[in-house]
């Protein structure tokens, strides 16, 4: 299976590991991620003004790109994932910036929002199968208490992000389950790290990313894993209890890669 790979800035600068796990884990599990020639930043926020145009079209340029080899398009970082997707949503349902934007891409063809566009996640679940990850795990994650961190982007708005219940979501639980550990439920795990507000109030972002962390703890978990990379960042930065991973390298030791792709 062949797939349109948009990997995004942060993991190709300050976190190209995490990349390299995504790449490694998905020729295990048989997907061939087609990075697309010459991306270029996704804008890293969705700009929710209808005459704000020049921002999204790196978004727009990676989705038609996808479109041309007739493939989904497939993001791993969750904030990358919201800028695109919505990007595609308002593509499809808003004419008159979808015409904006086309005049200003012309010569090229047209681009509606066809391409389909997928989290990691979402391809592990729906195009690869959770089943076939519990086949191929080979380092079980036996007896890990794994809290799970969906944050602001993954989920919301759900309207357009439609992955999972944007209050009781599970795609990532049942990840953890996939490769052998126990997922720990616990409150805050759709709640905001603080990231965004990091610059403006380090003591905000400070306080959101221990409530987080300490909810986690205190609930049994010895491990968090979550699938943005500035949330992972802000909370380790800002003294997480517990430590925090990012999925793919929970993927990848699971999977018997870790070593490998490291070497």
Known sequence: MKVSYFPGCTLKTKAKDLDAYARKCAEVLGVTLEEIENWQCCGGVFSTSRDEVATKLSSVRALKAANDKEQPLVTVCSACHNVIKQTNHQMQTDAEFADKVNRYMAPEAPYGGETVVYHYLEMLRDLVGFDKIKEKVVNPQTGKKI????????????????????????????????????????????ECCGGYVAMESPELAKKKS?????????????????????????LVKNGSEIPVVYFTELLADALGVKEDTNA
């Not at 010895?222 to 990379?229: D, R, S």
């Open 210 to 234: 221990n409530a987080v962390t300490s909810n986690a703890a205190a609930a049994g978990a010895e491990m968090m894993v979550t699938a943005c990379p500035l949330c992972r960042y802000n």
């Open 147 to 190: 809290a799970a961190y969906y944050g602001c982007l993954l989920l919301r708005p759900n309207k357009v992000m439609q992955m999972d219940d944007p209050e009781n979501p599970r795609i990532i639980e049942d990840f953890i389950r996939a490769i052998g550990a126990e997922p720990v439920i616990y409150a805050s795990r759709n």
